[in-house]
């Protein structure tokens, strides 16, 4: 599985943005693939304003959206330990 750069818990899943190749990154939603954007911030942009492609997020809105990458989780690296 490719390395997950940061997480979002919604009430209706988890976002990811993951990286892609020639400087670009993947949005996705548990285990969906959005759309993929130029930047990290771009994909968070995108969650904050509602215009992921994911309906059932676009659509929700009595539901705070984070406003800033920064308030995205980054998931720590998993260490394999020598046995």
């Known amino acids: 599985m490719k390395t997950v ?3 979002y818990e919604s009430p209706v899943g ?3 943005i993951r990286p892609e190749p020639a400087d ?6 548990d285990r969906h693939k959005l759309k993929t954007y130029g930047s990290a911030k771009a994909a968070a942009r995108a969650v904050a304003e509602r215009s992921t492609g994911w309906e059932a997020w676009d659509s929700l ?4 959206a984070p406003t800033r990458l920064e308030r995205w989780k ?3 690296p998993k260490v394999k330990r020598a046995g």
């Not at 670009?24 to 939603?29: A, H, K, S």
Request: proline share 11%; hydrophobic share 45%.
């Open 5 to 7: 750069l940061f997480t």
């Open 14 to 16: 988890t976002f990811w």
């Open 24 to 29: 670009r990154v993947q949005l996705g939603i």
């Open 61 to 64: 809105a009595d539901v705070p």
């Open 74 to 76: 980054r998931p720590t």
